[in-house]
């Protein structure tokens, strides 16, 4: 089964970027993903093609129309479609190591990016969308955010990472963050590889490696080894 991603964008041209190349790029050759740009202006109704309109109640920048956005969910999504609809936005739920993973597991997406300040709510409520965010900062769209979320999704798609073993290793498949990691040369301006790295004892590597990734963890993710507390 392959993953279908279909992104709904002012943009259509920033898709695929970078995931053109590489590990995705691979993917993209081999069909074991598809990504389809869909340009939301191309289901304007008026003659000036608006996709945007004024906010309700005043205030700085522009919101995109609840009818345009709706008809162009519509067209890519049918009513059968089974594959979740994302709205990338800074107020959404932080996108997880764990979301990611479900997302590769299932039919695929239909990704929404936002531009302006932000879409009209009763599209949001109307079409279902699920509010992701990549993290707090705002970008100035969710485009950026859509190739973000898809290029952790690809690379977790079964057959898309080299060795089974190298994905569940990571940063946050764990629940901390990663040890340092060295190769040649032996000496790099006066700076040598740990001797343990090079000493062949396995066990000793393995003990160093969990010891610097908790070093790390604590020094700089202290949140990650904190017993769950969000609700
Ligand atoms: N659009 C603007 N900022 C964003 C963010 N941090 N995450 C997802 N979409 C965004």
Redesign the pocket.
């Known amino acids: 089964m392959s993953f279908r991603a279909t992104v709904l964008t002012l943009y259509p041209d920033m898709f695929p970027g970078h995931l053109g190349h590489s590990l995705a790029g691979r993917a993209l050759e081999r069909g074991d993903v598809s990504i389809e740009a869909v340009n939301i202006r191309d289901f304007a109704t008026d003659r000036h093609r608006s996709v945007d309109d004024t906010p309700a109640g005043g205030g700085a920048g522009m919101v995109i129309r609840p009818d345009v956005l709706a008809t162009a969910i519509d067209a890519v999504s049918p009513r059968d479609d089974s594959r979740p609809r994302l709205l990338?936005?800074?107020r959404?739920r932080p996108l997880t190591q764990a979301r990611v993973r479900e997302l590769a597991e299932g039919p695929g997406a239909v990704i929404v990016c936002?531009r302006f300040e932000g879409v009209d709510q009763r599209v949001i409520e109307a079409r279902d969308l699920e509010e992701?965010?990549?993290?707090?900062?705002?970008?100035?769209?969710?485009e950026p955010?859509a190739l973000t979320l898809l290029d952790a999704v690809i690379r977790v798609l079964p057959g898309v990472m080299g060795n089974a073993q190298s994905g569940t290793q990571e940063s946050f498949e764990t629940g901390q963050l990663e040890h340092p990691h060295y190769t040649r040369p032996q000496v790099f301006e006066d700076r040598e590889i740990p001797a343990v790295l090079t000493s062949g004892n396995h066990k000793a590597i393995e003990a160093w490696r969990e010891a610097e990734s908790l070093r790390l963890t604590r020094a700089r993710r202290p949140d990650l080894l904190e017993p769950d507390e969000t609700p």
Do not use: E, Q, T
């Open positions: 990338m936005s800074p959404g936002g992701v965010s990549i993290g707090d900062y705002v970008l100035s769209g969710g955010a």
